[in-house]
């Protein structure tokens, strides 16, 4: 199955297009749940980062238990830091993508 997958073209996006879209997004997750997201859970399932973007390897991708309880820490705590400090990008964005999904789901769950 692997074999079958090629690559037509990789994909390209603005920063400003992604802004866009998140800026929709969170206007919508806004008027879905209101000022405050309550999540109905903690924990779930995360596969390394490396590891979900290789389709080739044999080898089994490694799967771990994350918690949505240190997403909110971890993106409390970037929002509480000076504008000036730096950032770890690939985890920032992990956490991120932990409170995206969370919300997905809550959408999944909840009727309307």
Known sequence: MLDDLVVADVP???VAELRDAIERLLAAIEVRFGEEIRFTGDFYWSVGLTESF???????????????????ASIREIVGQAVDEPVVLWHDLTHLAGLLRGIARLDTERPG
């Open 12 to 14: 390209t996006m603005r």
């Open 54 to 72: 290789d389709l080739v390897s044999e080898s089994v991708a490694s799967v771990d238990v994350a918690s949505l309880v240190d997403d909110v």
